[in-house]
């Protein structure tokens, strides 16, 4: 994995993000999900991962996740650190039997890549299928992943570039 990252330092911050959206659009998601929540943290992620065979996402040690775009994401606004990312995805994985991710648009503006994407996710309790459009916003620190945010549209992720 050392090897796969220092490669991606020198990708443009946009193509690392959409190979990112890539895995996580194709990897199977029940064997991710499983993964995640049985991870007690980043360092048991990251060997979980490894004896999967599945690639580590490249995550900043000092991460920040900012999400509001879900129901109950309040929870994830100004999270840091790597152990709050692997909690973050084991709350966001827990309630879903199906997860699929549809990216549309890449841009960069301000040293951040905005993607606009389409979420559709089946709860685990009821069967019922949400679709969620969503605004992903990421910025990267020497080809890893600094700060993910989700917001709900492309004006709140446009303010969160001005404010940053």
């Known amino acids: 994995a050392d090897g796969e990252t220092r490669r991606m330092d020198e990708r443009q911050p946009i193509e690392i993000v959409r190979e990112l959206n890539r895995w ?45 775009a879900f129901p109950d994401g309040g929870d994830w606004i100004g999270q840091r650190g790597r152990d709050q990312w692997i909690r973050f995805w084991q709350t966001w994985v827990r309630p879903w039997r199906e997860f699929e991710l549809e990216d549309s648009h890449y841009e960069e503006i301000g040293g951040h890549v905005l993607v606009e994407v389409r979420v559709s996710a089946r709860e685990r309790e009821t069967g019922q299928l949400l679709e969620i459009p969503a605004v992903q916003l990421f910025k990267l620190r020497n080809g890893l992943i600094c700060m993910y945010g989700v917001y709900s549209n492309r004006d709140d992720a446009l303010a969160a570039i001005r404010a940053d």
Not at 35 to 43: F, K
Not at 53 to 65: F, H, K, N, Q, S
């Open 24 to 68: 996580w659009a194709t990897r199977d998601f029940e064997k991710v999900r499983e993964l995640v929540l049985a991870s007690d943290g980043w360092d048991d992620a990251v060997k979980r991962f490894q004896e999967a065979g599945l690639t580590i996402d490249p995550i900043d040690p000092d991460v920040e996740v900012i999400v509001d």
